[in-house]
C-alpha cells in the first residue's frame, strides 16, 4: 500500500492521485491499528488504537469519495457542496473521536472480558458508522457512474477498481 502511495506520489498533479496516496496511507494505518489493537491487554492503549482505527477508516471514506469525483469528473461537473457537507461530517466524526476520553460520545471502556478490554458504543456511535455507510453508497453511485459514462480503456480501468473497490 505504501509502494502504491509512493508512486502516486510522482502524479500528484492529475486528478484523483493525492486522494489514491491519502487512500493508501489510510489504510495502512487502519491495517496498523487493527493489529495492535488485537494486541492491547490494557484499556488506554486498546482505546488509543481503537480511536486511531475508526479515525482512519472515516478518512478512508472520505478519501474514496474524494478520489471517485475526481477521475469520474464530478467534482467538476457536481455542486461543491457536497464534498464540503462530506469533509465536514468526517471532520465533525474524527473530532468527536479524538475527544472521546471527555464526553464519552462514541464509546467507552466497558471493562474486561476474557482478558481483553470491551467497548460499549455511546449515542453518536451507531448514528456516525450509519452516515459512514450512507457516504460509501453515495460513492459506490457515482463509481457506477463513472464506469458506465466512461468507454474503452477507461471503462475497463473503471470496472477493475469497482470490483477492487467492492471486494
Not at 494505518?29 to 488506554?44: F, G, H, Y
Not at 467497548?119 to 457515482?142: D, I, K, R
Request: net charge positive; aromatic share 14%.
Amino acid at each position: 500500500m505504501e509502494g502504491i502511495a509512493v508512486y502516486s506520489w510522482q502524479f500528484r498533479k492529475e486528478p484523483g492521485a493525492r486522494s489514491l496516496m491519502c487512500i493508501q496511507v489510510c489504510k495502512a494505518a487502519w491495517l496498523l491499528s487493527l493489529l495492535l489493537a488485537s494486541q492491547s491487554i490494557e484499556p488506554d492503549s486498546y482505546i488509543f488504537w481503537m480511536n486511531l482505527l475508526m479515525i482512519s477508516s472515516q478518512l478512508v471514506i472520505f478519501f474514496w469519495f474524494r478520489f471517485i469525483s475526481q477521475v469520474s469528473g464530478f467534482e467538476r461537473e457536481g455542486p461543491a457542496w457536497v464534498t464540503a457537507v462530506m469533509g465536514s461530517v468526517v471532520g465533525v466524526s474524527c473530532l468527536i473521536i479524538l475527544t472521546n476520553s471527555w464526553h464519552g460520545w462514541f464509546w467507552r471502556f466497558g471493562g474486561m472480558e476474557g482478558g481483553a478490554p470491551k467497548l460499549l458504543y455511546g449515542p453518536t456511535n451507531q448514528p456516525q458508522m450509519l452516515v459512514a455507510e450512507l457516504m460509501s453508497l453515495f460513492t459506490l453511485g457515482l463509481f457506477v457512474r463513472w464506469v458506465l459514462r466512461s468507454a474503452g480503456l477507461r471503462r475497463r480501468q473503471a470496472w477493475l477498481m469497482l470490483i477492487g473497490s467492492m471486494i
